[in-house]
């Protein structure tokens, strides 16, 4: 299926001469029938090239679940309550956020459960995943955000969606910047420098980082980003955004990887050099959550709060579960219970994936600075 891939960048590199890294990302990942998301072999979790948290352990969804349910409490207890998961992955998050939503008869009645998922053979597999979990009836599927209806009262979610959105790659230059191109390169690609192919580029990142950068530094940028957050305000009259990703706030996001380090592929879970395998190994650029921030508040999200995944769990009832399987291991001898903790806690841990991933809380149409203190992950504290 990759040769797919590899004709079609031929076919616009031969037009061309040459295609920005966001073009050459966009084609490489979500070609229609040969991207690395479209393939019908899209290989995620075991034997595959990267696992989502929520394929790790159930008690991912579960908990993003318990969230949403403050949410929804919050809110008002709107019914029907409009729930969106952006880029579904194989369906796993949905299974376990609604089979954890029946534990409130009021709440899962309430929910409408949406999935946005671009791709035909994902939302083949997600479909599938409902369907044996009993809730397909539950959700409904659209391949696009622009199908939704505005004026939605709810929460839009995401896991590991902006990090797989196509990114330029920029530089700081003795005057001005650079965008690096990629350039055919006999039976494989090169990357080259040239100007930028749109000048507003270096406007989606603040001031205050631009004057840090120095020249021969790179950055990544990412228009699709801002409108993808755009879009959900857009959707929502009232609610929440809800937002979990590799990155970080600027300056941080950048100038650790002002060396050219920002784009990462993965192939069979190893690191790989994002030029190979085209078609074949994922992409992924690490999110400017400052972007979602200031673009947000362009369609009336204001930012309730920033945090990472291990306060989100463990301000949604992460420890108890921890707590039940400790009992359970140490009095039953029970050793499935210390494999499943091993597992929840790579989930939760500081130094796995709980500091890795950020968290950003956005809000509509509600008083944000008066959400704070009510949201679990942005009152969790080890300390308690």
């Not at 229609?32 to 998301?37: F, K, L, R, V």
């Not at 899209?42 to 949403?68: E, L, N």
């Not at 659209?142 to 590991?160: A, K």
Request: aromatic share 10%.
């Amino acid at each position: 299926m990759s040769g797919l891939v590899r004709a079609r960048l031929a076919e616009l590199l031969s037009a061309q001469g040459k295609l920005t890294f966001a073009e050459f990302m966009d084609i490489a990942l979500y070609h229609p029938t040969a991207g690395y998301y479209n393939r019908p072999e899209m290989t995620i979790g075991p034997g595959g090239d990267f696992y989502t948290s929520p394929m790790v352990h159930p008690i991912f969804g579960a908990c993003v679940a318990r969230q949403v349910w403050q949410m929804w409490n919050l809110l008002g207890k709107p019914d029907p309550f409009f729930v969106l998961e952006m880029g579904a992955g194989v369906g796993a998050m949905a299974v376990d956020f609604l089979r954890m939503a029946e534990r409130d008869a009021a709440f899962y009645r309430a929910v409408r459960y949406h999935i946005v998922e671009q791709g035909a053979a994902l939302r083949e597999r997600q479909q599938a995943a409902a369907e044996a979990a009993g809730q397909r009836g539950k959700i409904e599927w659209f391949e696009t955000l622009g199908q939704l209806p505005g004026g939605q009262v709810g929460v839009i979610f995401s896991n590991e969606l902006f990090d797989a959105l196509p990114v330029h790659r920029l530089g700081k230059a003795e005057s001005g910047y650079v965008e690096f191109y990629i350039e055919a390169d006999g039976n494989g690609y090169r990357e080259t420098a040239g100007e930028l192919s749109d000048p507003q580029l270096v406007a989606l990142v603040d001031e205050a980082t631009l004057t840090q950068l120095q020249p021969g530094e790179r950055f990544e940028v990412c228009p699709a980003a801002g409108e993808v957050i755009e879009a959900m305000g857009r959707l929502l009259e009232r609610g929440f955004v809800l937002t979990i990703d590799y990155g970080n706030l600027a300056p941080d996001v950048h100038l650790r990887h002002r060396k050219g380090t920002g784009v990462r592929a993965f192939w069979k879970q190893k690191l790989t050099e994002p030029l190979e395998r085209v078609g074949e190994q994922d992409l992924t650029a690490d999110l400017d959550f400052s972007l979602l921030i200031r673009r947000g508040e362009q369609a009336g999200l204001q930012e309730v709060g920033f945090t990472d995944q291990m306060h989100l769990l463990g301000g949604n009832g992460f420890l108890q579960k921890v707590a039940e399987l400790q009992k359970r291991a140490r009095e039953h001898m029970d050793l499935m219970a210390d494999e499943e903790l091993h597992k929840m806690l790579a989930l939760f841990m500081p130094q796995s994936l709980g500091e890795v991933f950020k968290v950003l809380i956005q809000a509509k149409g509600l008083e944000a600075a008066a959400l704070k203190d009510k949201i679990g992950a942005l009152t969790f504290s080890l300390d308690e």
